[in-house]
Nanobody, 120 residues
Framework: QVQLVESGGGLVQVGGSLTLSCAAPGYIRQINTMGWYRQVPGKPREVVAALSSGGVTNYAASVKGRFAISRGDAKNTVFLQMNNLKPEDTAIYYC??????????????WGQGTQVTVSS
């Protein structure tokens, strides 16, 4: 079973910063897109940021200018730098990859989720 390993969530005050990290297994050779989603109770999961293999980034309007997604030197890692955090950023954040495993058709894979709480 393919696992994406997330880290970096936590409690931060308004205006603070956090960096989330996500690593896909090192044996994965084809990762098309890596991204971050978030979800609060009672609401659907929403995309926060995405990064294509070609380096194209997309951000939700609510985080544009505050969050930055990047890929690590080890191309199987992705980061989300979150600055100027607001209470409405409080959510469980999920790493997502669209990738091919062992030659299979590309599919979506998810991390276990990490809690981000912004206190006012």
């Amino acid at each position: 079973q393919v696992q994406l390993v997330e880290s970096g969530g936590g409690l931060v005050q308004v205006g603070g910063s956090l960096t989330l990290s996500c690593a896909a297994p090192g044996y994965i050779r084809q990762i098309n897109t890596m991204g971050w989603y978030r979800q609060v109770p009672g609401k659907p999961r929403e995309v926060v940021a995405a990064l294509s293999s070609g380096g194209v980034t997309n951000y939700a309007a609510s985080v544009k200018g505050r969050f930055a997604i990047s890929r690590g030197d080890a191309k199987n890692t992705v980061f989300l730098q979150m600055n100027n955090l607001k209470p409405e950023d409080t959510a469980i954040y999920y790493c997502n990859t669209y990738m091919s495993v062992a030659g299979s058709r590309p599919s979506d894979y998810w991390g276990q989720g990490t809690q981000v709480t912004v206190s006012s």
